[in-house]
Each structure stands twice: as structure tokens, then as C-alpha cells.
């Protein structure tokens, strides 16, 4: 998509051709956080045992366990 060592556009120019911001190319995502994936995990566990629990359910289980 973009090429750094192109011979006659700048990385800039390239951004600017296909309407993305410069810093989006340099951009680098970070991972989930031990903390984070824990939480996901104790959801899904939770959401399989009643699959039915709403929005209100699964906040009062995740606040009264020890995933926080």
C-alpha cells in the first residue's frame, strides 16, 4: 500500500494519495491487558452458563467476583 523507499513520493505524499493521516501509517496497536483479557473471560463464561443475562446482570457479576 505504501512504499517507505519509494523512489519519488515521500511517505506524506503517499498518505496524502490515499486521504490517511501520516501518523495512522507509524501507528502501531497496543495488546489487551492481563486485566482486560480476565474480564473478557469471566464474561464469556458467564454469558454461556444463562445466555439470556442483559446489560444490569453481567455488571452485578462482574463488580461481586474478583476479576476487578
Known sequence: MIEPDHPDLSIGQQ???LSIARSSFYYTPKGETEQN???????DE???EPPFFGVRQMTCICVTTDTW
Do not use: A, E, N, S
Open 46 to 48: 458467564q454469558f454461556l
Open 15 to 17: 498518505c496524502k494519495l
Open 37 to 43: 483479557l480476565g474480564l473478557m473471560r469471566r464474561i
